[in-house]
């Protein structure tokens, strides 16, 4: 309930609180079904404060730090919104097609549906790679850019760990 109150009393009246249908009806339905929230569909500049707010809501949601989220748009994959990499991967989080497919069968959300489902799908895979790696941010961060099998991992893995952690922890 406190996380609850603190999200509304953060992000304003306009917002559903996390995991309410109602602002005055707390704890009914949940953030990605009952998303209200009037932003813009797709934001397309990642350095756009609004994915800020969004990453937080997907924060408290599903129990990450939402730096986190905001570290690899940031720091990690720098691509606007309307960016397509020669793997197909799209969104400021840079999913590429095939794992966008996987999120849609374990979560039934699409990453590509709006600014807000990119957020929840990035969280989505961040919070697997977390648990996997028992909290292990920087393999985490390394699953997310080069996925599971460290042998794939090359120097740009380490390039994007190490963007990704100083933007975490900067001197």
């Known amino acids: 309930m406190i996380k609850r ?47 800020d707010r969004l990453e937080l809501m997907v924060g408290l949601e599903l129990n990450i730090d939402p730096r986190l989220i905001g570290a690899i748009r940031v720091a990690g994959e720098r691509s606007n919104a309307n960016q397509i990499s020669r793997s197909g991967a799209r969104t400021v989080y840079q999913i590429l097609p095939k794992t966008r497919a996987a999120i849609i069968k374990l979560y039934k959300v699409d990453p590509y549906q709006s600014s807000y489902h990119a957020a929840l799908g990035a969280g989505y895979l961040l919070k697997e790679n977390l648990m996997r790696n028992q909290g292990n941010v920087d393999a985490a961060v390394g699953e997310y850019n080069s996925g599971l099998y460290r042998e794939n991992w090359t120097q740009s893995t380490q390039n994007y760990r190490q963007r990704v952690q100083q933007y975490l922890n900067p001197l």
């Not at 603190?6 to 953030?31: E, Q, R």
């Not at 079904?33 to 500049?45: E, R």
């Open 5 to 51: 109150l603190f999200y509304y009393a953060l992000l304003g009246s306009t917002l559903i609180v996390a995991g309410c249908s109602s602002p005055s009806k707390p704890g009914v339905g949940k953030v990605s079904t009952a998303y209200s929230y009037n932003h813009k569909n797709h934001v397309q500049s990642y350095l756009d404060p609004e994915y």
